[in-house]
């Protein structure tokens, strides 16, 4: 089935792409959650206004990337959460949590889908965290954890 991405998707592709998917993954996973439309001949006119959408919300160079990087690699990020008594956290660390957390420590404007958490964070302490700013361009940063 024939799709047009309308946000980023990882492995598939970026918003305004069409791509080719089978049809249940498209069905049951990308059009409701709102990360595709179905691929219609007047749909291809979307296909521009979603890549100018696009071009205003991302970082164009490598050269910008790299200098966001440097700017998130050298914040010190803490973030305050409520724990129980042996560290455990009431729920999980989200990706807009994350993304919150930068922009309060002083970072850049991080959208909260460019955030990737290896795994979920349910404990207190440092955790290490990657920023996708660019397809070439990943950020490292890394996360404190404190109870609140």
């Known amino acids: 089935m024939k799709i047009i991405l ?12 069409v791509v080719d998917v089978k049809d249940g993954y498209a069905r049951n996973y ?3 959650r709102g990360f595709a439309i179905r691929w219609t001949k ?11 959408a696009r071009k205003i919300h991302e970082i164009a160079t490598i050269e910008q990337a790299n200098e966001v990087k440097a700017a998130l690699e050298g914040l010190k990020v803490r973030l305050a959460v409520r724990s129980g008594d042996a560290g455990r956290l009431f ?28 795994a979920p964070i349910k404990t207190l302490g ?23």
Do not use: M, N, Y
């Open 6 to 17: 309308t946000h980023e998707v990882s492995g598939l592709g970026a918003a305004g792409d």
């Open 30 to 32: 990308l059009v409701p």
């Open 42 to 52: 007047g749909g291809e006119k979307d296909v521009a206004q979603i890549r100018r």
């Open 91 to 118: 729920g999980s660390v989200t990706q807009a949590d994350v993304a919150t957390a930068i922009e309060a420590a002083g970072g850049p404007k991080t959208d909260k889908r460019r955030v990737e958490l290896g």
């Open 126 to 148: 440092s955790h290490q965290v990657s920023v996708r700013l660019h397809a070439d361009v990943v950020a490292k940063l890394g996360v404190e954890v404190v109870g609140a």
